[in-house]
T-cell receptor, first 118, second 117 residues
Framework: AQKITQTQPGMFVQEKEAVTLDCTYD???????LFWYKQPSSGEMIFLIY??????QNATEGRYSLNFQKARKSANLVISASQLGDSAMYFC???????????????FGKGTKLSVIP | DAGVIQSPRHEVTEMGQEVTLRCKPI?????LFWYRQTMMRGLELLIY????????DSGMPEDRFSAKMPNASFSTLKIQPSEPRDSAVYFC???????????????FGDGTRLSIL
């Protein structure tokens, strides 16, 4: 089973609107972290936001927020007031504390391509 | 603040040639990762160093691939001999923390786009 599932291969959003990118995860670890990265067409991977499994509040970083629903094992990224520069691939990733494969490892989803329409 | 620096940004070479990719991690970070990204397989971890020591190289495809980290500020990934199926984007990333759980994010370099003809 996939550990990170991003069900939206591509999405469109109107400029200045908000958009939610879905991410569900699968783990039996009680302690884990969830990360979102942005990859523009230029290719670099940019860290956006982090949510820990024990964090009581949803993480926020500027226009980015993470809608963390632990019982549903979802960690959706919300981008408010979309800008043309938000057009990119977005990757959800997870790190598990007690993974036999090594708790340093990030497991990435396949990504969602977001296109912002002027 | 300087981020992770990778060189070269692009490399085009012929099959059979040796390829060396270079990485300078963020100063103070003690963990370094090499990844490969392809359309078919997404992002794959190749090797992980902690405090300059290779901890996990299980993702290295085969003996043609080797990686070194001679000091805290420099790492190389070498492919010898290169093959067309090695064509991909190779990323280096660094972070604080060790082999055990950390909430520290990995910060990626801009990547090296490698094409083997």
């Amino acid at each position: 089973a996939q550990k990170i599932t991003q069900t939206q291969p591509g999405m469109f959003v109107q400029e200045k609107e908000a958009v939610t990118l879905d991410c569900t995860y699968d783990t039996s670890d009680p302690s884990y972290g969830l990360f979102w990265y942005k990859q523009p067409s230029s290719g670099e991977m940019i860290f956006l936001i982090y949510q820990g499994s024990y964090d009581q509040q949803n993480a926020t970083e500027g226009r980015y927020s993470l809608n963390f629903q632990k019982a549903r094992k979802s960690a959706n990224l919300v981008i408010s007031a979309s800008q043309l520069g938000d057009s990119a691939m977005y990757f959800c990733a997870m790190r598990e504390a007690y993974s036999g494969a090594g708790s340093y490892q990030l497991t990435f989803g396949k990504g969602t391509k977001l296109s912002v329409i002027p | 603040d300087a981020g992770v620096i990778q060189s070269p940004r692009h490399e085009v070479t012929e099959m059979g040639q040796e390829v060396t990719l270079r990485c300078k991690p963020i100063s103070g970070h003690n963990s370094l990762f090499w990844y490969r990204q392809t359309m078919m397989r997404g992002l794959e971890l190749l090797i992980y160093f902690n405090n300059n020591v290779p901890i996990d190289d299980s993702g290295m495809p085969e003996d043609r691939f080797s990686a070194k980290m001679p000091n805290a500020s420099f790492s190389t990934l070498k492919i010898q001999p290169s093959e067309p199926r090695d064509s991909a984007v190779y990323f280096c990333a660094s972070s604080h923390g060790g082999p055990y759980y950390s909430n520290q994010p990995q910060h990626f370099g801009d990547g090296t786009r490698l094409s083997i003809l």
